[in-house]
Nanobody, 115 residues
């Protein structure tokens, strides 16, 4: 099993980024998936999840209305469109299953929001 996250970078407050996660080694389409983030000294936080069909999504309150999660089961891809970024969104972002049972974490992608 492997997750490869990409799309992070340095962006000014109010800017946008789209994160991508390429998954391999398991039946991606049968699992609910999620984006997580972690800042230094903090526990990894669930940011957003999406059902296996893509028909149901959840968001942590701090990103509601700004982030949009989506998936492409044929390509085994998970996406996170992030708009109106704030300094507090600065973190390393990871994808994984949206369950207590998770696969090995990928390296993540760094998002830095700063002027």
């Amino acid at each position: 099993v492997q997750f490869v996250e990409s799309g992070g970078g340095l962006v000014q407050p109010g800017g946008s980024l789209t994160l991508s996660c390429s998954a391999s080694g398991f039946s991606f389409g049968v699992y609910d998936m999620a984006w997580y983030r972690r800042t230094p000294g903090q526990e990894r936080e669930l940011v957003s999840s999406i059902s296996r069909s893509g028909g149901s999504t959840t968001y942590v309150d701090s990103v509601k209305g700004r982030f949009t999660i989506s998936r492409d089961n044929a390509k085994k891809m998970l996406l996170l469109q992030m708009n109106s970024l704030k300094a507090e969104d600065t973190a390393v972002y990871y994808c994984n299953r949206a369950s207590a049972v998770k696969y090995m974490w990928g390296q993540g992608t760094q998002v830095t929001v700063s002027s």
